[in-house]
């Protein structure tokens, strides 16, 4: 029987996992297929039900349902259950479903290949402090940087995070004004998207250009954000590595395989228009 797989979100029409994953089963030669489903917030409990009974051997989770799942579950990996953050679920032999979180490991990958390894002991602040801003929080300690700051709208939200990381949960005015403190600034919220709300987090002024600015959002590839930042001449890492990295430590939960991410990343970037990302990112650094 063909296994099957899904990605569940709200929005989820933009997505490009189901491309990738299909992509990745082709060139392995497992025969699945992936699909995306679009679960309004508030019904994930139905949407977990439905897959169930339909057979799905595994799906994703994307925003905003990276918490809600979390009950809907019947286990998680310590470290889905450190951050109570939930992004990937694998169907076990016996039907009980285990929650994983690949987003953070997945972040970290991206980062070191885009920014370099040696930025551990320099201060990072994270933008939002959703499902996404857990996993890559505790991602980063767990990779050892040293501190690690968590700025929202809401406080207390950023407290939950930053509790957990030896940072510090601050209000987004706060974080403006202390911006050029960071060495590495990663923006975790949907502002930016092509389907969500434009414009900037927060006011960039006091970045520092010798910061990394990093964003999770990947279409489009440069957004407000990683355009402003660039200008100021920081390093830039686009969401699109993130992506590719964790959907590919999906993959290797559910198939045993890791699948060929350099080429799926050069793919994308050819769909996407950035054949010639490399020029296109230098033009971003002119002044």
């Known amino acids: 029987m063909k296994k099957w797989y899904a990605v569940l979100g709200d929005p989820v029409s933009h997505s490009k996992s189901p491309a990738m994953h299909e992509e990745w089963f082709r060139e392995n030669g497992i025969d699945a297929g992936y699909v ?17 009974t339909l057979g799905a051997s595994g799906w994703n989770v994307t925003v905003p349902h990276k918490q809600d799942i979390i009950r ?19 169907v076990l032999p016996d039907g009980k479903l285990l929650g ?21 002991e320099e201060p990072v602040l994270i933008i939002g402090a959703g499902g996404a ?3 890559i929080a505790l991602a980063l300690v767990q990779a050892g940087y040293r501190s690690v700051s968590v700025c929202n709208r809401t406080v207390e939200k950023a407290e939950r995070i930053s509790s957990r990381t030896g940072g510090e949960a601050l209000s987004l005015a706060e974080a403006e004004k202390r911006l050029g403190e960071y ?32 964003d999770i959002v ?18 830039i890492v686009d969401g699109l590595g993130m992506f590719v990295f964790q959907g590919a430590l999906a ?8 699948p060929d991410t350099e080429k799926m990343r050069d ?15 230098e033009k971003l650094f002119e002044k």
Request: hydrophobic share 40%.
């Open 218 to 235: 990947y279409s489009p590839l440069h957004t407000e954000f990683l355009t402003a930042a660039a200008s100021k001449g920081c390093r």
């Open 100 to 120: 994983l979180n690949t987003d953070g490991p997945g972040f970290v990958r991206s980062l070191e290949q885009g920014a370099g390894p040696d930025r551990k």
């Open 251 to 258: 993959f290797r939960e559910w198939t045993g395989v890791m």
């Open 183 to 214: 060495g590495t600034v990663i923006q975790t919220t949907p502002v930016g998207m092509s389907t969500g709300t434009p414009g900037l987090p927060i006011g960039l002024e006091h970045l520092s250009p010798d910061a990394v600015a990093a």
């Open 72 to 90: 809907h579950l019947d286990r998680l990996d310590p470290l889905a259950r450190e951050m109570q953050a939930v992004n990937t679920v694998r």
């Open 267 to 281: 793919r994308l970037l050819t769909e996407m228009g950035y054949a010639d990302v490399n020029r296109k990112t």
């Open 36 to 52: 995306p489903v679009h679960v309004p917030a508030g019904e994930i409990g139905e949407a977990v039900a439905a897959l169930k």
């Open 133 to 135: 801003a857990s996993g």
